[in-house]
């Protein structure tokens, strides 16, 4: 899968987890129901996986959230392309493509515990998400999506308005598991 580039020095670090946010992405919400060919054509990702199933292509991320939506990640420059491309499918495939970028941002959760850490807030089972999937879930009370890039490397995206509130209890919890093995 094809990662965000990391764009801050990390808000908190220790040998069991580093917490940075990422760059920002490009996100769009994607509902449409029937025939998912021609989406997966003009998209260049498989649309057609199970729940929580993600596909990459180039920039752009895909994750199936439910029956008839996704959640698609790309570079700024590329939405554009993203739109164009699905504008003309509309007349015989009615969706629905919102560009939602400005309503959240993403924190990288990567370290040996980072499983571990993720647990002060999700009382989801972390290691139940397989590696290369994704959740959409509930974190200390505000509804996120949880990517699971790979054992040790999670995403979680947050409504800017949770973003401080998550942030300060990973920060706070990465402290937690450093003063464990001290």
């Known amino acids: 899968m094809n990662a965000p580039i990391l764009a801050e020095v990390p808000l ?4 069991a987890a580093t917490i940075r946010r990422a760059a920002p992405r490009a996100r769009a919400s994607l509902r ?15 649309l ?6 993600r596909a990459g292509a180039g ?3 895909g994750l199936r959230l439910g029956p008839d939506e996704w959640m698609l990640h790309t570079t700024p420059d590329d939405l554009a392309t993203v739109t164009s491309a ?18 959240e941002v993403t924190v990288v959760i990567e370290g040996p515990r980072a499983a571990e850490l993720l647990t002060i807030g ?12 994704a959740r959409r879930t ?3 009370g505000a509804a996120v999506i949880l990517w699971r890039d790979s054992a040790t490397r ?13 942030l300060d209890l990973l920060v706070i919890g990465t402290r937690e598991l450093a003063a464990e093995t001290s």
């Open 12 to 15: 908190a670090h220790s040998a």
């Open 154 to 166: 999670f995403r979680i995206d947050v409504w800017n308005s949770f973003a401080p509130h998550l």
């Open 48 to 53: 057609s996986g199970r729940l929580g199933s």
């Open 86 to 103: 699905l504008a003309p499918l509309y007349a015989d495939h009615p969706h629905s493509l919102v560009d939602v970028s400005g309503r």
């Open 122 to 133: 999700c009382a989801r089972d972390i290691d139940a998400i397989p590696d290369g999937a």
């Open 138 to 140: 509930v974190f200390d």
């Open 32 to 46: 449409l129901r029937g025939d998912l060919a021609p989406f997966e054509a003009a998209l260049g990702l498989t």
């Open 59 to 61: 920039p752009r991320e």
